[in-house]
Nanobody, 124 residues
Framework: QVQLVESGGGLVQAGASLRLSCAAS????????MGWFRQAPGKERDCVAA????????YYADSVKGRFTVSRDNAKNTIYLEMNSLKPEDTAIYYC?????????????????WGQGTQVTVSS
């Protein structure tokens, strides 16, 4: 059992920055990968970034490369998503997720636990 609590969403203007946080609790020792996903109305839930709980491997979707940075603080069992140069098309509900497998890390159904989501709205 893993619980994920997200925070940091909000309404910002285009070009602004936001930092999302996701605090994990419970049986976090089983977690191998943490991911950030987003879902806009009428669209699929897509992975925007992922990070292994140990090591330095990261993944970024092409749409956010160079603008978003995923990081972790193992001591706090927390991952972050620093979002810079935000665009209106970044508007979505952002979810953090945890999985026990090392593979299929951009596939939502491969993740075992999900946070509640936090709304990010970027105005023009």
């Amino acid at each position: 059992q893993v619980q994920l609590v997200e925070s940091g969403g909000g309404l910002v203007q285009a070009g602004a920055s936001l930092r999302l946080s996701c605090a994990a609790s419970g049986r976090t020792f089983s977690t191998r990968v943490m991911g950030w996903f987003r879902q806009a109305p009428g669209k699929e839930r897509d992975c925007v970034a992922a990070i292994r709980w140990s090591g330095d491997s990261t993944y970024y979707a092409d749409s956010v490369k160079g603008r978003f940075t995923v990081s972790r603080d193992n001591a706090k069992n927390t991952i972050y998503l620093e979002m810079n140069s935000l665009k209106p098309e970044d508007t979505a509900i952002y979810y953090c997720a945890a999985k026990f497998s090392m593979y299929g890390n951009t596939w939502p159904k491969s993740y075992d636990y999900w946070g509640q989501g936090t709304q990010v709205t970027v105005s023009s």
